[in-house]
């Protein structure tokens, strides 16, 4: 069983449209993370949110975090068609060493030129 | 900058032989990671070392050991190979105490 699944697991966008994905858990955390995969690739790491945080800017990246909803969303603003990924949340239960990341299913984005 | 390090990157081996995944961590990343990812699924959590020691167990079966090395390497040795273990494997590390994990680019290994 996954601790985050995304929603939606498909999405297809024009290039310059903004991108929203979600994400839900299930347990406790101590931050949330999202990743992005392009196909059969390694995981690159994109951005963290501390369960303390609602909200974290970086780049055309702004990822939410509601822990009394226990859910998470990634927004890519004016996505290009170097966007297009696979991008999976990953939730950790422990902070400092040892946090092993449980990830949800992935989403796949598509951003047509 | 320098990145996580697998190898071999393919492997191909039959049921019922062995492979072993080797795994170098970004320099003075002292935590590793190994996670397995299937055909269109998710990548799960399998065991992590840290400081050389089993730091954490997730779903790894019992054919499958892992080792961290003075040097913080890691391998990750597969036994009695299944065809239900062709997946992408990947170690990922993590400095001291911070929460980011750095992945490899993966081993894609092919039972047959």
């Known amino acids: 069983s996954q601790q985050g699944e995304e929603d939606p697991q498909a999405l297809s966008i024009q290039e310059g449209e903004n991108a929203t994905m979600n994400c839900s858990y299930k347990?406790?955390?101590?931050?949330l993370q999202w990743y992005r995969q392009n196909s059969g690739r390694g995981l690159v790491h994109l951005i963290l949110i501390r369960s303390n945080e609602r909200e974290k800017h970086s780049g055309r990246l702004r990822v939410t975090l509601d822990t009394s909803k226990k859910s998470s969303s990634l927004l890519i603003t004016a996505s290009r068609a170097a966007d297009t990924a696979s991008y999976f949340c990953a939730t950790a239960v422990l902070g400092g060493a040892n946090s092993k990341l449980t990830f949800g299913k992935g989403i796949t984005l598509s951003v047509r030129p | 900058a320098a990145g996580v390090i697998q190898s071999p990157r393919h492997l191909i081996k039959e049921k019922r032989e062995t492979a072993t995944l080797k795994c170098y961590p970004i320099p003075r990343h002292d935590t590793v990671y190994w996670y397995q990812q299937g055909p269109g699924q998710d990548p799960q959590f399998l065991i992590s070392f840290y400081e050389k020691m089993q730091s954490d167990k997730g779903s790894i079966p019992d054919r499958f050991s892992a080792q961290q090395f003075s040097d913080y390497h890691s391998e990750l040795n597969m036994s009695s190979l299944e065809l239900g273990d062709s997946a992408l494997y990947f170690c990922?590390?993590?400095?001291?105490?911070?929460?980011?994990?750095?992945f490899g680019p993966g081993t894609r290994l092919l039972v047959l």
């Open positions: 990922a590390s993590s400095f001291p105490h911070v929460e980011t994990q750095y």
């Open positions: 347990t406790s955390i101590n931050n």
